[in-house]
């Protein structure tokens, strides 16, 4: 059974008939009062994983998010997993998150989402320009109701421009602002940048936009709009190339690879990638691979010179690591070298660096059991880390999440029986 300490706190103030406000809830919390986000209510009705982990990102850091789903629920539960009870990709992304179904295509969901927005500080959904409009939670809307609700919006291309209606997927964006382009090679195919990157860099974006208009709630007592959009968030991870200077013409080479040296090499056994780009570390890695000749060579004394002469150092470094595995040649560079042997994923489950960082969390969920997963993406010094919990089965805390908003156990009922929760 997933501790639900924030609901017990609410009902038990709702049955001394209190009003079950987040800084009444979160009153007597214990460690998760002394998180940055402590008292902050989250209500996230994203679905994928641009928006979800952005709420999620927000509860390590101390929010309560209750993800709001539809009947069908988010449609990352669809997708391929070896996991036959509950998507792996849905469970990673919506970790320590408490679940509500809600159909918004009816009248009296509408109003139970309204119900819950007046004790809400943040809300989030990624829902095409318009759609929030017409069920009537658009911002405009929600701010004559809410004043200091923080209102974050993801979309795929923004609020507006010609393509502002178009749905935006990571891989979409990807091939659209040539990030793949510039991962294949030069004049070859495209090549997708797998693991969602897109996505996972607009979520960080999601809880820093919030984060930061939350700060300025706490100046002002306003909240505000937030935007975050795909074609944003695939802009700004190029930052370093998007440049363009008055004089120069626009087909000109971007690639900020080092080329030759830094890179992954094959060794005796396995990959090893090697970054060699300072004075210090170019002359180490020579040293300890038997080649300290190439070391004090002018040809090859900068990162420029060492690309422009990749034909020759390659086939020198690669015959050299031929003579260990990479694991090996680990040990031999230590941390003289920055260089890792290519691992697979699942050796970080149990790696001691993981561990020592308590990165891994076993949790429990009723249809998965028991797992591990992934916690802790950002450490806040004079707080403990929070305890992680499994994300949410369909509608799993739909009856608690109302109990604690007021609604009896007949108005559930009803509800209920009508498809409007479930």
Request: glycine share 10%; aromatic share 6%; hydrophobic share 40%.
């Amino acid at each position: 059974m997933i501790d639900l300490p924030f609901i017990r706190r609410a009902e038990a103030l709702v049955a001394a008939g209190r009003p079950a406000t987040p800084a009444a809830v979160d009153a007597g919390s214990g460690t998760a009062a002394r998180l940055p986000l402590a008292g902050i209510r989250v209500l996230d009705l994203s679905a994928y994983i641009a928006g979800p982990y952005g709420c999620t990102q927000l509860a390590d850091m101390g929010a309560e998010v209750i993800k709001v789903e539809p009947p069908v629920g988010d449609n990352l539960r669809k997708y391929p997993s070896t996991l036959e009870a509950e998507s792996r990709a849905f469970l990673g992304v919506n970790r320590s998150k408490h679940g509500i179904v809600i159909d918004l295509k009816q009248q009296e969901g509408r109003d139970v989402l309204l119900k819950l927005v007046d004790t809400a500080d943040v809300l989030v959904h990624n829902f095409r320009p318009g759609v929030p409009e017409r069920l009537g939670i658009g911002y405009e809307q929600l701010r004559s109701r809410r004043p200091q609700l923080v209102y974050c919006a993801v979309t795929g291309y923004g609020e507006s421009g010609p393509m502002k209606d178009n749905a935006g997927y990571d891989q979409v964006l990807q091939t659209f602002t040539g990030i793949c382009a510039m991962q294949g090679p030069q004049g070859g195919e495209p090549q997708i940048v797998y693991g969602s990157v897109v996505d996972y860099y607009a979520a960080a974006l999601v809880a820093s936009g919030v984060n930061a208009a939350l700060f300025e709630r706490s100046r002002t007592g306003r909240g505000q709009y937030v935007g975050v959009s795909l074609l944003r968030s695939a802009l700004a991870m190029q930052s370093a190339r998007l440049i363009k200077a008055e004089s120069e013409p626009l087909d000109i080479g971007r690639d900020m690879r080092s080329g030759g040296i830094t890179g992954i090499h094959p060794a005796r056994e396995g990959y090893i990638y090697l970054s060699a780009n300072t004075p210090h570390f170019w002359a180490t890695l020579c040293e300890r691979v038997g080649l300290p000749e190439l070391a004090t060579d002018q040809r090859y004394d900068s990162v420029r010179k060492r690309a422009e002469h990749a034909s020759v150092l390659v086939p020198k470094l690669r015959a050299a690591l031929a003579a260990r595995t990479a694991r090996e040649w680990e040990q031999v560079f230590g941390s003289d070298v920055p260089c890792s042997a290519a691992r697979q994923l699942e050796e970080m489950f149990d790696h001691p660096q993981v561990l020592a960082e308590n990165m891994m969390a076993d949790m429990q969920h009723p249809a998965a059991g028991s797992y591990r997963g992934f916690t802790e993406a950002v450490r806040f010094g004079d707080a403990p880390a929070p305890k992680p919990f499994a994300a949410p089965a369909l509608g799993q805390h739909s009856d608690q999440i109302l109990a604690a908003n007021g609604y009896s156990a007949e108005e559930i009922a009803r509800l209920r029986a009508l498809d409007v929760i479930r």
